[in-house]
């Protein structure tokens, strides 16, 4: 069993770690190796209480928000741009960074209302061609709201709208 460390000796963390017991309140009793050095120590004060634990949960900054007391105001966001995200985002430590265009990120439900809306003849004028494109993309949307914003179809929409 690991202990949570409560202080530190000599400029370094004390972590208790001693060997498994059913009764987890009689380990702080008992002596145990300090993870780090492998020294053998015993006393309850090595270990950090859940009272302790619990205050400085208490105590911890948020960052979320504006201001240190009282009702604090929640700290805005403000988006540059939208950009779809697909599977390209778990190799994204392969790709290079294009630090030239700004991250932008899609309001689905915006599309996908404004693709119900389309007209055969607006679709004509975003490069949808054929009306039974428009059909099929409608009746997804309808049927089950699942949306593939990848086809070359949606992203000819999305770029123009």
């Keep these: 069993m690991v ?30 190796i300090d993870y780090e050095t492998g020294e053998i120590m015993q006393g309850s ?12 949960y208490a105590e911890h900054p948020e960052h ?11 700290k805005h966001v403000h988006a540059d741009g939208i950009l779809y995200i697909g599977k390209e985002a778990n190799n994204i430590d392969e790709e290079e960074l294009e630090l030239q265009r700004a ?10 209302q404004k ?23 409608k009746d997804r949307i309808q049927s089950d709201g699942r949306f593939n914003f990848r086809t070359k179809e949606v992203r000819k929409l999305v770029s123009r709208f």
């Design 3 to 32: 202990g949570f460390q409560a202080i530190e000796e000599d400029g370094k963390a004390i972590k208790p770690l001693a060997p498994y017991c059913d009764d987890p309140q009689t380990i702080v009793h008992e002596p145990f």
């Design 45 to 56: 004060h090595y270990f950090k209480s859940l009272s302790k634990t619990i205050l400085q």
């Design 64 to 74: 979320k928000f504006e201001g240190d007391i009282g009702i604090l105001e929640r």
């Design 103 to 112: 991250q932008t990120f899609i309001d689905e439900e915006s599309i996908k």
């Design 115 to 137: 693709i119900l809306a389309l007209t055969p003849k607006e679709a004509r004028e975003y490069g949808i061609m054929q009306r039974s494109t428009l059909k099929r993309m």
